[in-house]
């Protein structure tokens, strides 16, 4: 089984800056997708973004686009979501997921096998 460890959260402003990687023990090139989705108090686990490890596409859910960027390290095994203009509405645990599996879209909770424990990102007004 894979494991997946997430770091890098954090209590922040409004508008300031956050980087949460998630590094995984697959063997390199053995995953086809690792997404970030996130978890407010209360709510529903939701997509945030993102990354196709052939050919490094990138998807963002319509909250964070313009603000997130989603990227890969292969030599490191590790993906990156970096925060920018955060908002309070972006306090939430964040998870990362990764696939084995090559699909059309990567948008829901069931694209994928395993999954990390979580890093909470607090954004105060």
């Known amino acids: 089984q894979v494991q997946l460890v997430e770091s890098g959260g954090g209590l922040v402003q409004a508008g300031a800056s956050l980087n949460v990687t998630c590094t995984s023990s697959a063997r390199p090139f053995s995953t086809a997708a690792t997404g970030w989705f996130r978890q407010a108090s209360g709510k529903e686990r939701e997509f945030v973004a993102v990354?196709?490890?052939?050919?490094?596409?990138?998807y963002y859910a319509d909250s964070v686009k313009g603000r997130f960027t989603i990227s890969g390290d292969n030599a490191k095994n590790t993906v990156y979501l970096q925060m920018n203009s955060l908002k309070p509405e972006d306090s939430a645990v964040y998870f990362c997921?990764?696939?084995?599996?090559?699909?059309?879209?990567?948008?829901?909770?069931?694209?994928?096998?395993?999954w990390g424990q979580g890093t909470q990102v607090i954004v105060s007004s």
């Open positions: 990354f196709r490890w052939r050919g490094a596409a990138t």
């Open positions: 997921g990764a696939s084995t599996f090559y699909r059309s879209s990567y948008y829901q909770i069931n694209d994928y096998e395993d």
